[in-house]
């Protein structure tokens, strides 16, 4: 057939294997060539079943997401599973590995589905802006009613066989091999003289018209909420299913699906789910030898250094935890149980595995304790001497060719690795706290830093489920860079005019889930005071320089942990409400400075806070810290609550105009130089007419 499908004939039953690794994607070729396997398949008079199976690990796992956004080749995904649909000759799809996307909808083509028990089934599109596009929206309601089959779309989670066998979707389990079991089931159905079983024509779904009816009508008001569009589309689609004749039904489908796909929306989440897999991707890794991770060692037990321990035990590695003293070691042995507690009452894992995982971590005061660790990972309180002090005790006991990670915000890494024999050894991982919730990994790489080490920590952030991005030492290095931007233009609208409320409004309404005023009284302001303090001796006088903040700690206020910071807090609440001494604070400041407060609306304060961001990635860019835009986006909405259909600062840019988002930049240059002044970038960019996606190589 072609290079991606092949055709067989065995005993009656033609074979159709498709074998397009890694995952089968669903790409022009499997397409062509499982459409003429089929028709092959109903003409040839010796085939009296079909059986479409898959090489590999897993049936096909989805479309190829590159294809979106551009003229598709035909014949596209929904004309390959109507011709499968419409085999004269019954055809069965034997499903392993994850059927997810265009590859569940070629199942559901098939007229009868066996699976191997470990598989899942997906419609994952909506993850994308989009919405099943190959007849999902029609074919799944016609077997299991609009509940699940919303349940399946607008969530994009994928489901167990077991799941998906209780719908109805799959007619039977299978504990072997499932290629050899589908190939007996159907030589069975041609044996008894089965017919086909089209899904099209399948009601059992429709049988409860009051239960279809009230889920729609549930999602319909769930969909509203939505910034995109495609929920929508797929509540209306799958209440076509049930009203409308099934090729209107497929018709509207394939409306809807070219109605999102090149939406804003779904070009940014396109843009998100590459910009993921390209941040994996760095120079590092081109020859490089790993170094052997096993075990592994967390000096210090507090919050950040538990939460780390946690991310490691969960993914099988033994950890040694060190604290300075016995009752230090305690607290945190006790959180590290806690929140296993938690996940065990809110039934995420069996009693069995929280033993299993509290069995790998062990505890100590004896630093020397380390020795026989592989990597060693430093998360003591976020000063440089303190750093330095520990530095110099694991230089002294960690073995030759053991890394030494620095868990750190905001320090220099070349200085820290400076001050001991071995810095190539020496590299940031700077986690997100929760660490063993949030997934960000920023891997910072200092000048000394052996390749290796770079590499090793990539493969280790897959193990431990996080999502790395290269970073290179600067203060903040990306994330909390951009973040300092971000926050330096809301404190600029605060002194002129804004005030906490409105700014976060104003960003919660662009897509944050809290603005940054709200995150300030979450995390504490006491954090971001303490690097205002260590910076203020090489800051600028001549840089505008806005004092809210530090007066509001001078004063005790430090969020939510105190009751009150930017926003005041009742007992035992997390809701904060305006402060009217906090409005006062900033009109001193204001008066102080004889600024006469204007308002501000909420595109520009949007506008503002966006090309800060956007011109703080394009100065990381120049001096190198970042390797590409993208890798900035993926650190924005991982790190930060950045709107993942929003693309991230670099895409929003990119979506607004760079000369438009330039030109802003220009405008606003008076009001502090050295902050709104446009990165070089802009204009080399613009000249040229490029956009900083092109920037983002393949």
């Not at 890694?22 to 396997?37: C, E, K, Q, T, Y």
């Not at 952030?461 to 030492?473: E, F, H, S, W, Y």
């Not at 300092?484 to 104003?506: N, V």
Request: charged content about 25%; proline content about 5%; aromatic content about 8%.
């Amino acid at each position: 057939m072609n290079d991606h499908v092949t055709y067989e004939v065995q005993d009656g039953v033609a074979v159709l294997t498709i074998a397009h690794p890694p995952v089968n994607a669903l790409s022009f070729s499997v397409r062509s060539g499982l459409f003429d396997a089929v028709e092959r398949a109903d003409s040839d008079p010796t085939v009296r079943s079909v059986l479409i199976r898959a090489d590999g690990r897993t049936f096909p796992a989805g479309a190829d997401v590159r294809e979106f956004g551009k003229p598709r080749a035909k014949p596209i995904l929904s004309t390959v599973v109507a011709r499968i649909e419409a085999c004269s000759k019954p055809v069965v799809a034997a499903v392993q590995g994850t059927a997810l996307g265009g590859g569940f909808e070629i199942a559901l083509g098939a007229h009868y589905r066996l699976a191997d028990r470990k598989a899942r089934f997906g419609l994952p599109e909506v993850g994308l802006g989009v919405l099943p596009g190959g007849g999902g929206t029609q074919r799944v309601p016609r077997i299991t009613g609009a509940g699940p089959a919303l349940d399946l779309m607008l969530s994009g989670k994928p489901i167990t066989a077991e799941k998906a066998s209780d719908l109805g979707l799959v007619d039977a389990l299978v504990d072997g091999d499932v290629a050899t079991a589908g190939f007996a089931f159907a030589r069975d159905l041609a044996d008894k003289g089965a017919a086909p079983r089209p899904t099209c024509e399948r009601r059992d779904g429709f049988n409860d018209v009051a239960t279809y009816s009230a889920a729609i009508a549930v999602r319909r008001v769930e969909a509203a909420k939505s910034s995109l569009a495609a929920p929508g589309k797929i509540v209306d689609c799958v209440e076509a299913a049930m009203l409308l004749p099934f090729e209107t039904g497929i018709a509207m489908e394939r409306a809807a699906f070219d109605d999102c796909e090149n939406s804003e929306g779904a070009r940014s989440l396109r843009h998100a789910f590459f910009a993921e897999r390209r941040a994996a991707k760095v120079p590092e890794l081109d020859g490089a030898t790993l170094r052997e991770v096993n075990t592994i060692g967390v000096v210090g037990a507090g919050t950040m250094g538990t939460g780390i321990a946690v991310a490691c035990l969960d993914a099988g590695f033994p950890v040694t935890l060190v604290e300075r003293d016995d009752e230090g070691l305690v607290r945190g042995v006790e959180r590290i149980d806690a929140i296993y507690e938690r996940s065990l009452t809110k039934g995420r894992i069996d009693e069995a595995t929280r033993d299993l995982r509290m069995g790998l971590l062990s505890g100590t005061t004896r630093m020397e304790d380390l020795g026989r660790v592989d990597l060693v990972i430093e998360a003591v309180f976020e000063e440089t001497s303190v750093k330095e002090g520990v530095f110099a005790q694991l230089d002294g006991v960690m073995k030759p060719g053991a890394i030494l990670a620095t868990n750190t915000s905001y320090l220099d890494i070349n200085s820290l690795a400076a001050t001991i024999s071995r810095p190539e050894d020496v590299v940031g991982y700077h986690f997100f706290s929760p660490a063993n919730i949030m997934k960000l990994l920023e891997i910072v790489v200092a000048d000394k830093t052996d390749p290796n080490v770079v590499a090793t920590g990539f493969a280790l952030a897959k193990k431990l489920r996080k999502v790395p991005v290269r970073a290179g030492v600067t203060d903040g290095f990306i994330g909390n860079r951009i973040l300092a931007a971000y926050r330096l233009a809301a404190d600029f609208m605060l002194e002129d005019g804004a005030t906490p409320a409105q700014i976060d409004a104003a960003m919660r309404a662009y897509g944050f889930p809290v603005g940054p005023y709200q995150v300030l009284d979450i995390a504490g302001l006491d954090i971001s005071w303490a690097r205002r303090k260590r910076l203020a001796a090489t800051r600028d006088p001549a840089h505008r320089y806005v004092t809210v903040g530090d007066t509001l700690c001078e004063r005790g206020w430090f969020g939510q942990k105190s009751g009150r910071g930017y926003y005041l807090y009742d007992e035992g609440s997390r809701v904060g409400r305006e402060d009217p001494e906090v409005l006062q604070v900033i009109a001193e400041a204001r008066a102080a400075k004889g600024i006469t407060p204007r308002s501000f609306t909420t595109e520009e304060i949007q506008a503002r806070c966006l090309g800060a961001m956007a011109n703080e990635g394009a100065r990381l860019l120049e001096e190198g810290v970042a390797l590409r835009p993208s890798d900035i986006d993926v650190v924005l909405f991982y790190g930060y609550g950045f709107p993942r259909w929003r693309g991230g600062p670099m895409m929003a840019a990119d979506l607004r105009g760079l000369l438009v988002v330039e030109n802003e930049l220009k405008s606003w240059v008076e009001e502090a130089p050295e902050f709104w002044t446009p990165s070089p970038l802009w204009d080399e960019l613009v000249k040229n007419g490029r956009h900083f996606a092109d920037m983002n190589g393949d």
